[in-house]
């Protein structure tokens, strides 16, 4: 049956899929996201199910991965590049463990071991070596034929054109994927954007933009790394009896390999690797879909054999989709705590990076320009761990005919007052400082927040009831609310009233580092503050300074300087200090430790590996904080390095040049023995 004799909606579906394909796979230019395709994709196979004798042979289900382009020579893979089955949770993949362990007949007390590592989103592709010589590189195309690439894998830095050491096999397939560094595409779409080159949609498809070009000059321009993952054709010699070791040797014959790559015992050991990596997946320079699980041993994979296009032994456990596309309702106007005022994409309801997503950022009119973005608009909404919903992009071709123009107000949309938009400057301000409700009540939100004054009880929601209320206006309106008033506020009874009470009254002792970020003075984060505290042990002297002396703290640089000396230099801030100490707030205010005389003073430490007790930037903290320098590769100049699980390449450059190296849980101990409790 050809698909032109299909029913209009299935024939519809079918066009839209393979457009899509063309796009992906030809053109490198997806306009919707994989989620999105794959729902089309699962719809049409769910209709072509329901009606197996209409399926016509034209249709994208009949066609199991890319079409291999026509400016490359054809490579057909001696062995073919499978595909993997998925899992989308933990019960799908207890049930992947149950259906091998019952297959391979193993008793209940018999665990199976797997080698456990994250997906890349890139290229799958393969290289051939002979006598350890890099002869050919092709890419996966459609799992059978794919497209000879060798010219342009040969200008990726991390592949090796000769295999190191010895014992390889004569003939040597090895697989893997091609990606891109987020920085590096980051980094290489900032530069095309401003000569008005083209851009593309995401690390993966600037990687698959870059391996597919005809010219091997501009590959190499291009910042790509490739990570291997497994062996294909092996003969004249022989590798280890399992995934891992095999990995491993790989690694030693100069291949990259991933450093999460991980043994695990049973199923509950990859439910515990799968939460581990999803806290890590943020933090890692390259992006990844999800994790892959195979059965370790080979003889077991062999054993267990394949079905249809995908291996029995492995599974690759997907994330949710990071993104999704809706539709833009309308578009609000939120006032900051600094008066910034930011567009805000009010969306239709949309289920991505795990949680249900109803608004996202627009920063401001310049990306509401980039992204020629109008009211009523499709777009991708792309949500990753825990940071704020972006819309990345407009569905032009699926644009309805009353779209309307974003309309900037004319006044600020909470005070009405005026809006002030400094020369080269993204972001436009109200001008109404803290009679801007909106200002006032960020400001107060500010002020007690867990790195500032840490008032827990006084929740956003609370503040804006005691802003609307009017019994909260200024930040020490605070320290006089009384309990019979705020008994008479919704959900708010004796109990919770007399512990918010006592933590109000405890949090008046705080710390001048505390103090200052509290006070909400633009750009000055935590870490400006504890620096300006450091340096300056009282307030008044930090008042005073000028801007030269400012600049000398650390992290402090002239436009920051210039926002502390405006701030200072306003009375009604210097109001709202003498109103606070009124009111009981009080901070030690001490002499300040010489620099040269902190426990760590001129020490350089290097961070490596993951850290698992503590983020990165925490442990950061902590040395900067006894005086250390904390620098990012190791040299000779480097007094100690911290090991943090799975480290590499620093951790072996310590080791040789005999640099002092810290476990995770030593420097845990050293830190615990300068009273900092982690
Ligand atoms: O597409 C893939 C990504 C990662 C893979 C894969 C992988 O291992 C980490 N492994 C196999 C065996 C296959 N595809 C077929």
């Not at 590189?137 to 190191?164: F, W, Y």
């Not at 209320?469 to 919704?490: G, H, Q």
């Not at 030690?588 to 590996?609: C, F, H, N, R, S």
Request: glycine share 8%; proline share 4%.
């Amino acid at each position: 049956m050809s698909v032109d004799k299909l029913p209009q909606e299935i024939q519809q579906l079918c066009e839209e899929i393979d457009l899509h394909n063309y796009r992906y796979h030809v053109l490198d230019e997806p306009t919707v996201p994989d989620a999105h395709y794959d729902k089309l994709f699962k719809q049409l196979k769910a209709w072509e199910s329901a009606n197996p004798a209409l399926v016509s042979a034209q249709s994208p289900t009949q066609r199991v991965g890319a079409r291999p382009n026509n400016g490359f020579k054809q490579i057909t893979h001696e062995m073919p590049m499978l595909s993997l089955d998925n899992a989308f949770n933990a019960q799908e993949l207890s049930d992947f463990d149950l259906r091998l362990r019952e297959r391979l007949g193993l008793n209940a007390d018999k665990d199976i071991e797997y080698a456990c590592e994250p997906k890349l989103d890139g290229i799958a592709v393969s290289l051939l070596y002979e006598n350890g010589l890099l002869i050919r590189g092709a890419t996966r195309g459609d799992g059978a034929v794919g497209e000879d690439i060798t010219h342009n894998v040969r200008t990726i830095p991390s592949i090796p054109l000769k295999l190191r050491g010895s014992g390889y096999p004569q003939k040597l397939e090895v697989r893997g994927e091609i990606y891109m560094l987020k920085a590096g595409f980051e980094a290489m779409n900032a530069k095309a954007q401003r000569s008005g080159d083209k851009t593309f949609v995401n690390p993966r498809n600037a990687a698959a933009g870059s391996i597919r070009q005809l010219d091997p000059r501009i590959t190499a321009t291009r910042p790509l790394e490739m990570c291997c993952y497994s062996i294909g054709v092996v003969e004249g010699g022989e590798v280890p009896a399992d995934h891992y070791a095999t990995l491993q040797l790989l690694n030693q014959w100069g291949l990259k390999i991933n450093p999460h790559l991980l043994k695990s015992t049973g199923i509950t050991d990859t439910i515990s690797y799968i939460e581990k990596m999803q806290q890590l997946r943020s933090q890692l320079p390259y992006e990844i879909d999800g994790l892959v699980f195979k059965v370790n041993n080979f003889t077991l994979q062999q054993r267990l054999g394949f079905i249809s296009r995908a291996p029995r032994w492995a599974i690759a456990y997907k994330f949710p989709a990071q993104e999704q596309i809706t539709q833009v309702e309308k578009v609000e106007f939120q006032v900051g705590r600094t008066g910034a005022i930011t567009p805000v994409a009010r969306l239709t309801p949309v289920f991505v990076g795990g949680v249900t997503v109803s608004n996202a950022t627009l920063h401001n009119m310049d990306e509401i320009d980039r992204l020629q973005l109008k009211v009523g608009d499709w777009v991708v909404v792309h949500r990753a761990g825990d940071v704020i919903p972006k819309v990345v992009r407009v569905i032009q071709d699926k644009r309805p005919d009353d779209a309307a123009e974003v309309e900037f107000p004319d006044g600020c949309p909470v005070c009405q007052s005026a809006i002030v938009k400094i020369e080269g400057e993204a972001i436009s301000r109200c001008s109404g400082g803290l009679t801007c409700a909106a200002q006032r009540k960020e400001a107060l939100v500010h002020y007690v927040s867990k790195k500032a004054l840490d008032i827990d009880g006084l929740g956003e929601k609370l503040i804006d009831t005691l802003v609307s209320k009017e019994m909260v206006a200024k930040f020490d309106d605070i320290y006089y609310l009384s309990k019979v008033n705020l008994m008479r506020l919704e959900r708010m009874g004796d109990k919770s009233v007399d512990k918010l009470l006592a933590t109000i009254e405890r949090t008046k002792k705080t710390s001048l580092e505390k103090f200052i970020y509290a006070l909400g003075i633009r750009e000055v984060g935590e870490a400006t503050a504890r620096n300006l505290a450091n340096e300056f042990g009282f307030l008044q002297r930090i008042i005073d300074a000028s801007v030269e002396r400012l600049e000398q703290v650390t992290d402090v640089g002239p436009i920051v300087a210039k926002h502390i000396v405006s701030f200072f230099a306003q009375t009604h801030n210097l109001q709202v200090i003498d109103s606070l100490r009124s009111a009981g707030v009080t901070w030690p205010e001490a002499e300040p430790i010489a620099e040269d005389e902190l426990l760590l003073a001129g020490k350089v430490y290097v961070l490596t590996g993951t850290l698992e007790q503590m983020g990165r930037s925490e442990a950061k903290a902590h040395l900067q904080e006894m005086g250390a320098k904390v620098a990012g590769s190791v040299s000779k100049k480097t007094d100690c390095v911290v090991a943090g699980a799975a480290a590499g390449s620093k951790l072996k450059k310590a080791e040789d040049l005999g640099i002092e190296v810290l476990t995770e849980q030593q420097f845990v101990d050293f830190l615990r023995t300068q009273g900092i409790e982690i």
